[in-house]
């Protein structure tokens, strides 16, 4: 503040536009504070100053007169305008706080850094009842704040938005404080964002609602922030609402209760201490217990008396009684869920559930496939259709294809007395999207629809599976839409016309509401099911920005000199130095192949007729002394160096081994094979390293018999030229392999689930 001319470095105004409202800000700055932008000028050691008298330029009567500011308070204003400068040209870019912002929610936050400020400054200075000790105290405040208020805008932890609201709420905290008023009551009908920079200014530390106010933006924050709230309260447990804020949060964050409530410090003490709240009672008394994690998933029948913890201590012992248990729970829930009733903890019992399928029952059947079935299935006898329904659907992925087919599936349907529509009504259809995905991913999903007595039903049945997908809560449910279709495209052509044309409907409806997240996800569902039927010829890379699904073109796979270079991981154990390794070189024992083994690291195969093939394969030296990771290495060195990128690779080993195969491979790979056991939940990871690669992997045991074919046919379509089409492709892959368990190789095609994720969040921005 001064009656005098104002200094303002030049490369300031020459980067504004004149019409631009910063323009104005920085100028009305300029031309009022000559002694603050004097000492910017001189700190930057810029030469140039603007002069020009400050009531030749404001006309506007409205505006507060130039003032004689005293000596000892006007580097205290000269900070305050420094801060304003900083903020309006914030990383030496005009404006750049506000780039995020609307243009009225910009205009406003400007008026309030330029205009309000000043106002504020002349508030202070024409107060004639306030000390010179109080007025530097609310000066110093107010350049506290907008210097906070800057730290926010970096760390994105303050909106612009709200600095109008900010610099109102200083102002009338100013005048409470003065006034020997309290300022907590006033903070309280504050927002959060506004409330805080105030309180944090330091200008009303002695205030006599500083305190108060204090407490006020915990409390606020944990109501903005609600799944903060037990770490906050862990971080100030003496606010006076504790034990309120606790009984509210605890219903919605019951688990963090759970942990905190375990804890040794003061707000472990005041949650264990809170006797007139049933929930949090109960909650207490499980995290007391070492089973405690058992009871979880049963909280809200606890709660309501539906059962006890002594009845839970009774059966958790039992794998099958607890399994049991945890089934009736689930469709218990389910069937409130369906009115709109959800159950507390309803994902931890779907997720103990899951736990116990897989481990009980699904990894038992898994590894006794070379049993007969008699002895195999054993364990799955006495359990209910409803029971084994959720044993299915909740270990997709896991389950073997003769675990699920000649095991769980057909004892389902005959405890069900063939009767599908019965057995989704008992379940009350919880996760009837996934069944129907599972069922038409092992080829029984036409049987399963058959056995509907009525048509209409099963046609429903369908129409829900595609319908209102926009209306679900995350991707899991498209997801199952779409890895369900490859199948049902293979095995029945009518149900999938019927998909597709359901798939256009709910795009048009979407269309026609303007359901941006609805079309967006049945657009992509559109383009993956037409590019399915070849004939189509559906480019996805134009339509979504994705590669193509069903074809790898061998282009994509050669490179500038028409060359394709595949890679090939071996691993040093007995089995694979004796048998897998020498299996492999035969394959390319005849006219068509050379092999070069000069290299004591790797070997060389190469074509002799056709495409130029170049294969790399790195020898199987002994893994207890590490040879065939140092063998792999050289092997990578050696294709950096001579610029060979591979477009395929090949994994030849146990699956202890697949993460050190997708670590070295390389992120050119297009088509990625893990023949191995565990190979399909390594998906994810491969995508990661290579994300247009088309997988092949197994849910079960690598087997030679499958391996083999795979090699030999792979590299006779590519001598050849030809385009890898997957679904002829695997058609002719099935009748050479001639196995059984090739049903566990998972073709690339199938993996539509992956590829839907991919392109909704290309298309969301997310």
């Known amino acids: 503040m001064a009656n005098c001319v104002a200094g303002c470095p030049y490369r300031i105004l020459l980067n504004l536009e004149r019409d631009d409202y910063f323009y104005d800000s920085i100028l009305m700055i300029a031309i009022t504070r000559y002694p603050v932008l004097l000492v910017i000028c001189q700190l930057v050691s810029l030469c140039v100053i603007a002069q020009a008298d400050s009531s030749a330029i404001h006309t506007d009567s409205s505006e507060p007169k130039p003032l004689v500011i005293p000596l000892n308070r006007q580097l205290a204003h000269e900070n305050i305008d420094k801060e304003q400068l900083l903020a309006l040209n914030y990383d030496s870019t005009p404006g750049n706080f506000f780039r995020d912002s609307t243009k009225k929610d910009r205009d406003s936050a400007l008026k309030a850094l330029t205009t309000s400020i000043d106002s504020l400054q002349n508030q202070i200075e024409t107060d004639s009842l306030q000390t010179h000790n109080k007025k530097l105290y609310y000066l110093k405040g107010l350049q506290v704040l907008l210097r906070n208020l800057k730290t926010g805008w970096r760390s994105k932890q303050f909106d612009p938005a709200f600095l109008p609201a900010v610099i109102e709420a200083y102002g009338e905290c100013m005048e409470l404080d003065k006034n020997n008023i309290p300022i907590d009551s006033f903070i309280n009908k504050l927002d959060y964002n506004a409330a805080t920079p105030v309180v944090g200014s330091s200008a009303f530390d002695n205030n006599a609602g500083f305190k108060s106010s204090l407490n006020l933006l915990i409390l606020k924050y944990c109501l903005l922030y609600p799944a903060e709230t037990f770490i906050t309260l862990k971080n100030n447990p003496d606010v006076p609402f504790a034990d309120s804020l606790i009984k509210i949060m605890a219903r919605q964050y019951p688990a963090q209760l759970y942990s905190f409530a375990q804890g040794g410090n003061k707000l472990g003490a005041i949650i264990r201490n809170i006797t007139d709240d049933d929930f949090v009672k109960t909650i207490v008394v499980m995290s007391q217990s070492r089973s405690g994690q058992q009871y979880f998933p049963f909280l809200d029948n606890i709660v309501k008396g539906k059962i006890t913890i002594s009845q839970i201590d009774s059966l958790k012992d039992d794998s099958l009684q607890y399994y049991r248990l945890l089934v ?4 218990d829930y389910a069937q409130r869920a369906i009115n709109g009733d959800t159950a507390y903890e309803f994902r931890s019992l779907t997720e103990r559930l899951t736990v116990k399928a897989k481990d009980v029952f699904v990894n038992t059947i898994n590894g006794l496939h070379n049993e007969p079935d008699v002895i195999r299935f054993q364990c799955l006898q006495s359990l209910t259709a409803q029971e ?8 997709h992925g896991l389950i073997y294809t003769s675990s699920y087919t000649r095991g769980v599936y057909p004892l389902m349907m005959k405890k069900a007395g063939n009767r599908g529509d019965s057995l989704l009504q008992s ?21 399963f629809l058959s056995s509907f007595p009525r048509h209409d039903d099963a046609a429903n049945l369908m129409q829900s599976f595609v319908n209102n997908l926009e209306k679900t809560s995350g991707l899991e449910d498209g997801v199952d839409v779409a890895d369900s279709y490859a199948s049902i495209f293979e095995s029945n052509k009518k149900l999938s016309a019927e998909i597709l044309t ?23 569902l559109d383009q993956l099911f037409l590019s399915a039927d070849s004939a189509q ?6 339509e979504l920005g994705i590669p193509p699904v069903y074809t790898v073109p061998f282009s994509s796979l050669a490179n500038e000199k028409d060359s394709v270079i ?19 070189e035969k394959i390319f024992n005849n006219e068509n192949w050379s092999i070069d083994k000069t290299n004591t690291q790797w070997i060389t195969i190469r074509t002799t007729k056709g495409k130029p093939i170049i294969i790399f394969a790195n020898r199987p030296l002994p893994e207890e002394t590490g040879g065939d990771d140092i063998a792999q290495q050289a092997l990578n060195l050696f294709l950096k160096k001579e610029n060979l990128h591979p477009t395929i690779t090949i994994h030849r080993g146990h699956s202890y081994f697949a993460n050190s195969t997708i670590g070295y491979m390389s992120p050119t790979s297009r088509i990625v094979f893990m023949g191995s056991c565990g190979g399909f939940p390594l998906i994810d990871a491969i995508l990661k390293k290579s994300p247009d690669a088309h997988i092949i992997a197994s849910k079960q045991i690598g087997m030679r018999a499958v391996n083999k074919p795979f090699i030999q046919l792979l590299t006779d379509k590519l001598r050849a030229g030809s385009n890898i089409d997957w679904i002829p492709f695997w058609k002719e892959f099935k009748n050479s392999a001639r196995v059984e368990g090739f ?22 921005g997310e």
């Not at 009736?328 to 469709?331: E, S, V």
């Not at 379940?427 to 080829?443: E, G, P, T």
């Not at 595949?566 to 492999?584: N, R």
């Open 328 to 331: 009736n729970t689930q469709m």
């Open 388 to 395: 084994l329904y959720y044993l299915a659907v909740l270990t």
């Open 427 to 447: 379940v009350y259809f919880d996760h009837y999207r996934k069944f129907i995905s599972q069922a038409a991913a092992y080829n029984t999903l036409s049987g």
């Open 502 to 524: 359901l798939v256009k409907e709910n795009y048009q409806r979407n269309l026609s509401a303007g359901n941006k997240r609805g079309i967006t996800i049945y657009n992509i």
């Open 537 to 542: 010829k559906i480019d996805l890379a134009q």
């Open 566 to 584: 595949m890679q090939v991981f071996f691993y040093g154990d007995k089995e694979t130095i004796e048998i897998d390794f020498p299996g492999f």
């Open 743 to 764: 049903e566990d190789y998972i073709p690339p095609y199938k993996n539509l689930g992956a590829i839907f994720i991919k392109a909704y969040k290309k298309a969301m």
